[in-house]
């Protein structure tokens, strides 16, 4: 009798999820396919039946992230959809927060990318990064602009340097677990951040 489709996606579930386990804690090369069917309790033919190879496999696991991480739906997303004034920069950087928490095995996935193999999946992920921000954001800082609300920097570049400045801080205390990078929560480190980027964006 033929598996059904529920069974299918639950088995696939459980061969990502131990892949993206040892991926994340041994590392790509360190990872071999037999070990990841006995972690999640398959076959290794049943294995083979869903990735014909490993290379198959832990891209497969990155596209199904970076779909999740895209999505309209994630804290950044609705921050961005909410950002009216330099005073929401506060939300970006605890949506930041919010997504390296729950993101942090993607991240973790990245950086084997980048240190095992040739990284092509941060350059197509950040590649077109100024075009999408320009296209979410232009109208609103066009807007702002004519209000008097932002001084001669690149409103967009500074957006982005500021959602990578966010990402970055909660990467270190998150992901590599370096505590109070600067001394203080997570709270009053969004504020010092904003407040840095605020100034910077204002008019002199």
């Not at 973790?108 to 921000?133: K, N, P, S, T």
């Not at 400045?165 to 009053?188: K, P, T």
């Amino acid at each position: 009798m033929p598996a059904s489709a529920e069974s299918v996606a639950d088995t696939r579930s459980r061969i990502h999820q131990a892949a993206i386990d040892l991926f994340t804690t041994q590392g790509y090369h360190g990872t071999g396919m037999r070990e990841i069917a006995k972690t999640a309790g398959v076959s290794l033919g049943n294995l083979y039946n869903h990735h014909a190879a490993k290379e198959d496999l832990f891209a497969s696991i990155l596209d199904e992230f970076e779909a999740r991480y895209t999505a309209p739906d994630t804290p950044l997303a609705r921050a961005f959809a909410d950002f009216e004034s330099l005073d929401d920069l506060e939300a970006i950087g605890d949506a930041s927060r919010r997504m390296v928490a729950e993101f942090a095995d993607y991240i973790r996935l990245i950086y084997v990318d980048v240190v095992e193999l040739e990284g092509g999946h941060i350059r197509r992920l950040f590649g077109g990064m100024r075009r999408r921000y320009e296209e979410v954001f232009s109208e609103r800082l066009e807007t702002m602009r004519r209000r008097g609300e932002l001084g001669r920097v690149d409103p967009v570049a500074a957006l982005m340097t500021a959602t990578i400045a966010f990402f970055y801080y909660f990467n270190m205390e998150r992901v590599f677990g370096v505590r109070r990078l600067f001394g203080v929560g997570d709270a009053e480190a969004v504020a010092l951040m904003a407040r840095t980027f605020r100034e910077g964006m204002r008019p002199r």
